[in-house]
Nanobody, 124 residues
Framework: QVQLVQSGGGLVQAGGSLRLSCTAS??????????MGWFRQVPGKEREFVAA???????NYADFVKDRFTISRGNVQNTIYLQMNNLKPEDTAVYYC????????????????WGQGTQVTVSS
């Protein structure tokens, strides 16, 4: 199994920046070409895709964050980051780290593992 542990959420003013991190652990991690990424969710709404990075480090972004957020893999293979710049109040949500065994990691229904979630709040 895989466990995902997140950090880096918080409160920031509109236009500011935050960086989220997620570290995966588990005995089977590395045995499969897993994609990792980020989703977000606000109360009363569906969890939505934000960004993903494949085992080969190719990336995908939701349109609404494409030019503001950057997903990357750290020097430690099982750690990913989400650098969030020019944050907007609409970005306020709980952000979840994700891992997907065999897909692109862009659909909620395909995600195999979730992080615990971290709150990002952007004030206006």
């Amino acid at each position: 199994q895989v466990q995902l542990v997140q950090s880096g959420g918080g409160l920031v003013q509109a236009g500011g920046s935050l960086r989220l991190s997620c570290t995966a652990s588990g005995r089977t991690f590395g045995n499969y070409p897993m994609s990792m990424g980020w989703f977000r969710q606000v109360p009363g709404k569906e969890r939505e895709f934000v960004a993903a990075i494949s085992w080969g480090s190719s990336t995908n972004y939701a349109d609404f964050v494409k030019d503001r957020f950057t997903i990357s893999r750290g020097n430690v293979q099982n750690t990913i980051y989400l650098q969030m710049n020019n944050l907007k109040p609409e970005d306020t949500a709980v952000y979840y780290c994700s891992a997907d065994r065999g897909s692109r990691g862009v659909a909620v229904s395909t995600i195999d593992y979730w992080g615990q979630g971290t709150q990002v709040t952007v004030s206006s």
